[in-house]
T-cell receptor, first 114, second 113 residues
Framework: SQTIHQWPATLVQPVGSPLSLECTVEGTSNPNLYWYRQAAGRGLQLLFYSVGIGQISSEVPQNLSASRPQDRQFILSSKKLLLSDSGFYLC?????????????FGPGTRLLVL | KQEVTQIPAALSVPEGENLVLNCSFT??????LQWFRQDPGKGLTSLLLIQSSQREQTSGRLNASLDKSSGRSTLYIAASQPGDSATYLC????????????FGRGTSLIVHP
């Protein structure tokens, strides 16, 4: 069966510090991978998605970046965090199946920037 | 651009009631629609997926329907229980433009004993 891992679960970082959040998927090959942010009182915002190694699409311009160094690994990074980067970060995966394509989410990382 | 709206934003009901949660979308050119559940501080759990050619899907006490032509889906929860308390989100995967799912903001449900 497939599983998706995210770490850390919780992170408190000072403004201006770097960030690295990791997401890995097990039990599937060549998944589509997604990074979302969910801020308090707001909906789910798509940040990045990837259809393959080294292929990253950015949905929202910001000080965050994403990388996919391996097929089932997706990393969200920042060189300098802003207060507005606080939120709940969710990684998700799916396999391209057109009408049957189902999205599965990880447990999330709670980020607080102080 | 696809827009997804969920009504109501919040709902509080006594245990045992049958519930209907609504999801509407503006572009009917879709591949599928997926319903999720999110508990506080947790990730999203997939509940049901309806393909664009289907009218409904059922899982236990949950039934989701899809009327693509009118841009609507409903999630029916039968005999609600306190354990059903969560936020319910719908997501539409478009066929006419971006393939990426578009999410609604969710309905926050509280079922009290």
């Amino acid at each position: 069966s497939q599983t998706i891992h995210q770490w850390p679960a919780t992170l408190v970082q000072p403004v201006g510090s770097p960030l690295s959040l990791e997401c890995t998927v097990e039990g599937t090959s060549n998944p589509n991978l997604y990074w979302y942010r969910q801020a308090a009182g707001r909906g789910l915002q798509l940040l990045f998605y990837s259809v393959g190694i080294g292929q990253i699409s950015s949905e929202v311009p910001q000080n965050l970046s994403a990388s996919r160094p391996q097929d089932r690994q997706f990393i969200l990074s920042s060189k300098k965090l802003l207060l507005s980067d606080s939120g709940f970060y969710l990684c998700a995966w799916s396999v391209s199946e057109w009408y049957q394509e189902t999205q599965y989410f990880g447990p999330g990382t709670r980020l607080l920037v102080l | 651009k696809q827009e997804v709206t969920q009504i109501p934003a919040a709902l509080s009901v006594p245990e045992g009631e049958n519930l209907v949660l609504n999801c509407s979308f503006t572009d009917s050119a879709i591949y599928n629609l997926q319903w999720f559940r999110q508990d506080p501080g947790k990730g999203l759990t997939s509940l049901l997926l309806i393909q664009s050619s289907q009218r409904e899907q059922t899982s236990g006490r949950l039934n989701a329907s899809l009327d693509k032509s009118s841009g609507r889906s409903t999630l029916y929860i039968a005999a609600s229980q306190p354990g059903d308390s969560a936020t319910y989100l719908c997501a539409v995967r478009g066929a006419g433009g971006s393939y990426i799912p578009t999410f609604g903001r969710g309905t926050s449900l509280i079922v009290h004993p």
